[in-house]
């Protein structure tokens, strides 16, 4: 499934835990700028506050927005065209978040996290997405329901 993703320039690369996906075949990176819009049309759209996603929703593509969940509004915004905004189920995240500004929501995963899931769920699971997360081990064993033999 191609994965394209919107991310917020101002968010750390470094930090990203996305970063280690640039040049994988099937993914697209485009950073999000003031003014411009982004053609999101028949895409799945991963949004927590949507229906939750299935393996009847795939399609050709998936949508994630990589940005803090403050600034996620105004990136959604950039998007047009008729796309499918779906959740993921409850699922825990191993990323050790440690926001001094506020809190983040009870069901937060980290980017790659919420990748993978969604992909695995839409029965297009890419183990190499985990491949130089820090925490995937420990993320992978506190959702077994989201692990392949290949993981």
């Keep these: 499934m191609d994965v394209l993703i919107l991310r917020d320039p101002r968010e750390s690369e470094r930090k990203c835990s996305l970063t280690p996906l640039r040049g994988l075949e099937g993914i697209r990176f485009v950073n999000h700028a003031a003014g411009r819009t982004l053609d999101a049309e028949g895409r799945i759209l991963l949004t927590p506050e949507a229906p939750e996603l299935s393996p009847q929703d795939a399609g050709p593509g998936l949508l994630l927005v990589d ?60 183990p190499e997405l985990l491949q130089g997360y820090r925490w995937r081990a420990e993320f992978l064993s506190l959702n077994p329901n989201l692990q392949s033999d290949s993981a």
């Design 67 to 126: 940005c803090n969940w403050r600034r996620a509004p105004k990136l959604r915004a950039a998007l047009v065209g008729d796309f499918l905004p779906r959740s993921l189920p409850a699922l825990h995240t191993a990323y050790p978040r440690r926001s001094q500004v506020f809190a983040d929501p009870e069901q937060g995963l980290a980017s790659v996290e919420a990748l993978y899931a969604a992909l695995a769920l839409l029965g297009d699971p890419r």
